[in-house]
Nanobody, 120 residues
Protein backbone atom coordinates (compact mmCIF):
# COMPACT_ATOMS: atom_id res chain seq x y z
CA UNK A 1 0.00 0.00 0.00
CA UNK A 2 1.16 3.51 0.87
CA UNK A 3 3.12 4.75 3.86
CA UNK A 4 3.86 8.26 5.09
CA UNK A 5 6.90 8.63 7.34
CA UNK A 6 7.51 11.86 9.22
CA UNK A 7 10.65 13.23 10.78
CA UNK A 8 11.94 16.42 12.35
CA UNK A 9 9.87 17.00 15.46
CA UNK A 10 11.42 17.84 18.79
CA UNK A 11 11.81 20.32 21.58
CA UNK A 12 12.59 23.98 21.00
CA UNK A 13 12.45 27.23 22.93
CA UNK A 14 10.02 29.98 22.00
CA UNK A 15 11.25 31.91 19.00
CA UNK A 16 13.09 28.91 17.62
CA UNK A 17 12.63 26.93 14.42
CA UNK A 18 11.97 23.36 13.39
CA UNK A 19 11.57 21.68 10.03
CA UNK A 20 9.23 18.74 9.58
CA UNK A 21 9.55 16.35 6.67
CA UNK A 22 7.27 13.63 5.35
CA UNK A 23 8.04 11.03 2.70
CA UNK A 24 5.41 8.96 0.94
CA UNK A 25 6.25 5.54 -0.45
CA UNK A 26 4.49 2.51 -1.86
CA UNK A 27 2.12 1.93 -4.72
CA UNK A 28 1.78 5.58 -5.72
CA UNK A 29 0.65 6.79 -9.13
CA UNK A 30 0.22 10.44 -8.26
CA UNK A 31 -0.33 12.56 -5.13
CA UNK A 32 -2.82 15.40 -5.03
CA UNK A 33 -3.01 17.69 -2.02
CA UNK A 34 -0.47 17.23 0.76
CA UNK A 35 -0.81 18.83 4.13
CA UNK A 36 0.14 19.12 7.75
CA UNK A 37 -2.33 18.89 10.61
CA UNK A 38 -1.77 19.17 14.34
CA UNK A 39 -3.50 18.08 17.48
CA UNK A 40 -2.82 19.54 20.90
CA UNK A 41 -3.90 17.77 24.11
CA UNK A 42 -7.63 18.13 24.66
CA UNK A 43 -8.18 19.80 21.28
CA UNK A 44 -9.42 18.69 17.89
CA UNK A 45 -7.03 18.05 15.04
CA UNK A 46 -6.68 21.17 12.89
CA UNK A 47 -5.30 21.90 9.46
CA UNK A 48 -2.03 23.82 9.64
CA UNK A 49 -1.07 24.08 5.98
CA UNK A 50 -1.93 22.45 2.69
CA UNK A 51 -0.26 22.48 -0.71
CA UNK A 52 -1.78 21.36 -3.99
CA UNK A 53 0.03 19.49 -6.73
CA UNK A 54 0.32 22.85 -8.46
CA UNK A 55 1.98 24.41 -5.40
CA UNK A 56 -0.97 26.51 -4.28
CA UNK A 57 -0.75 26.90 -0.51
CA UNK A 58 -3.22 27.61 2.28
CA UNK A 59 -2.35 28.28 5.92
CA UNK A 60 -4.05 28.41 9.28
CA UNK A 61 -4.31 32.10 10.18
CA UNK A 62 -2.22 31.75 13.32
CA UNK A 63 0.79 30.37 11.41
CA UNK A 64 0.74 32.70 8.40
CA UNK A 65 4.08 34.43 7.97
CA UNK A 66 5.81 31.94 10.30
CA UNK A 67 5.32 28.55 8.63
CA UNK A 68 6.09 27.56 5.06
CA UNK A 69 4.91 24.37 3.38
CA UNK A 70 6.71 22.97 0.35
CA UNK A 71 6.77 19.75 -1.65
CA UNK A 72 8.95 17.80 -4.04
CA UNK A 73 6.72 15.92 -6.46
CA UNK A 74 9.60 13.88 -7.86
CA UNK A 75 10.42 12.53 -4.40
CA UNK A 76 6.84 12.43 -3.03
CA UNK A 77 7.83 14.53 -0.05
CA UNK A 78 6.33 17.46 1.80
CA UNK A 79 8.02 19.69 4.35
CA UNK A 80 6.92 22.28 6.89
CA UNK A 81 9.40 24.96 7.91
CA UNK A 82 8.30 26.43 11.22
CA UNK A 83 9.84 29.68 12.42
CA UNK A 84 9.13 31.95 15.38
CA UNK A 85 7.57 29.06 17.25
CA UNK A 86 5.55 29.78 20.36
CA UNK A 87 4.12 27.51 23.08
CA UNK A 88 0.71 27.52 21.36
CA UNK A 89 2.32 25.57 18.50
CA UNK A 90 2.96 22.63 20.81
CA UNK A 91 1.15 19.60 19.39
CA UNK A 92 1.52 16.33 17.57
CA UNK A 93 1.92 17.14 13.88
CA UNK A 94 0.57 14.78 11.23
CA UNK A 95 1.36 14.60 7.55
CA UNK A 96 -1.54 13.90 5.18
CA UNK A 97 -1.65 13.01 1.49
CA UNK A 98 -4.37 12.45 -1.09
CA UNK A 99 -2.99 9.51 -3.06
CA UNK A 100 -4.08 7.88 -6.28
CA UNK A 101 -2.57 4.42 -6.32
CA UNK A 102 -1.31 2.53 -9.34
CA UNK A 103 -4.50 0.46 -9.36
CA UNK A 104 -6.40 3.75 -9.89
CA UNK A 105 -7.97 3.72 -6.44
CA UNK A 106 -7.74 6.82 -4.26
CA UNK A 107 -7.43 7.30 -0.54
CA UNK A 108 -6.24 9.65 2.19
CA UNK A 109 -3.15 8.62 4.12
CA UNK A 110 -1.73 9.83 7.41
CA UNK A 111 1.70 9.75 8.94
CA UNK A 112 2.30 8.41 12.43
CA UNK A 113 2.66 11.86 13.96
CA UNK A 114 5.65 13.72 15.33
CA UNK A 115 5.71 15.67 18.58
CA UNK A 116 6.61 19.35 18.57
CA UNK A 117 7.10 20.95 21.97
CA UNK A 118 7.80 24.67 22.38
CA UNK A 119 8.85 25.96 25.79
CA UNK A 120 8.26 29.51 26.96
Amino acid sequence: QVQLVESGGGFVQAGGSLRLSCAASGSIFIIGDMGWYRQAPGKQRELVAIITSGDTTTYLDSVKGRFTISRDNAKNTVALQMNSLNPEDTAVYYCNADVIRRDATRDQYWGQGTQVTVSS
